[in-house]
C-alpha cells in the first residue's frame, strides 16, 4: 500500500478559508505594513473579509434595505470578532467599504499608467481585488438582464405597434 501523503492533494485549497481565522487579526507582519498606511487597519481586513463572505453588491437592486441589511450582517460579524476595534453599524462599515473599494479603485488605476512592474499583493490588495471583480461581474450581468428584458419589450411594442397599423388598414379597407 502507498504511502497516503505522496501524490494525495492538500486538505484544504488555496481558495478554501478556515472558519476561525476567516476573521482574524492579521498577522504581525501584515500589522506593520498597515502601520506604514495611515488610512488602512487592522480592522478594514477583517471587514473586506466579511464583506467578502456576505456579498453585498449581490443585493437586490434598487432597495436600500436589502444592502444595508448585509451590511448589518457584516457589522455583527465584525463585532463578534474580538480583535475588531469597536463595535459600528452597518453604515458606518458601509460607508468605509465603498471608501476602501474607491481608493482601491484609484490605485489600481493609476497602476495602470505606471510601468506595469510586478508587486507583491498584501491580503488587502488581494480582497479587494477578488470584490471589485465579483462586483464588477455581478453589474455587467444585471446590465445584460437589463439589455435583455429592454429588447424584449421593444420586440412587443414593435409587434403591438404592427398589429395596429394593420387593424387600421384593415378597417380602412372596410370603409
Same mark, same amino acid.
Not at 458601509?94 to 507583491?120: M, P, W
Given at each position: 500500500?502507498?504511502?497516503?501523503?505522496?501524490?494525495?492533494?492538500?486538505? *484544504?485549497?488555496?481558495?478554501?478559508?478556515?472558519?476561525?481565522?476567516? @476573521?482574524?487579526?492579521?498577522? =504581525? !507582519?501584515?500589522? +506593520? &505594513?498597515?502601520?506604514?498606511?495611515?488610512?488602512?487597519?487592522?480592522?478594514?481586513?477583517?471587514?473586506?473579509?466579511?464583506?467578502?463572505?456576505?456579498?453585498?453588491?449581490?443585493?437586490?437592486?434598487?432597495?436600500?434595505?436589502?444592502?444595508?441589511?448585509?451590511?448589518?450582517?457584516?457589522?455583527?460579524?465584525?463585532?463578534?470578532?474580538?480583535?475588531?476595534? *469597536?463595535?459600528?453599524?452597518?453604515?458606518?462599515?458601509?460607508?468605509? @467599504?465603498?471608501?476602501?473599494? =474607491? !481608493?482601491?479603485? +484609484? &490605485?489600481?488605476?493609476?497602476?495602470?499608467?505606471?510601468?506595469?512592474?510586478?508587486?507583491?499583493?498584501?491580503?488587502?490588495?488581494?480582497?479587494?481585488?477578488?470584490?471589485?471583480?465579483?462586483?464588477?461581474?455581478?453589474?455587467?450581468?444585471?446590465?445584460?438582464?437589463?439589455?435583455?428584458?429592454?429588447?424584449?419589450?421593444?420586440?412587443?411594442?414593435?409587434?403591438?405597434?404592427?398589429?395596429?397599423?394593420?387593424?387600421?388598414?384593415?378597417?380602412?379597407?372596410?370603409?
Amino acid at each position: 500500500m502507498a504511502d497516503s501523503s505522496e501524490g494525495s492533494l492538500p486538505s *484544504k485549497t488555496v481558495l478554501e478559508v478556515d472558519e476561525s481565522s476567516a @476573521f482574524s487579526t492579521p498577522t =504581525k !507582519q501584515q500589522g +506593520e &505594513a498597515q502601520q506604514a498606511r495611515k488610512n488602512f487597519t487592522a480592522g478594514d481586513l477583517i471587514l473586506l473579509r466579511a464583506a467578502n463572505t456576505v456579498k453585498p453588491w449581490e443585493a437586490p437592486y434598487g432597495t436600500a434595505n436589502g444592502v444595508m441589511k448585509c451590511f448589518d450582517q457584516i457589522a455583527r460579524m465584525c463585532s463578534d470578532t474580538p480583535t475588531f476595534v *469597536k463595535e459600528k453599524p452597518g453604515t458606518s462599515l458601509r460607508t468605509r @467599504f465603498d471608501k476602501l473599494v =474607491k !481608493q482601491f479603485r +484609484e &490605485a489600481e488605476r493609476a497602476s495602470r499608467r505606471a510601468s506595469g512592474t510586478s508587486e507583491e499583493y498584501e491580503e488587502r490588495d488581494v480582497l479587494l481585488q477578488d470584490i471589485v471583480q465579483q462586483m464588477d461581474g455581478w453589474k455587467s450581468l444585471r446590465e445584460e438582464e437589463k439589455q435583455c428584458e429592454r429588447a424584449k419589450r421593444d420586440g412587443i411594442e414593435a409587434s403591438g405597434a404592427l398589429m395596429r397599423r394593420l387593424a387600421m388598414g384593415e378597417l380602412e379597407d372596410e370603409l
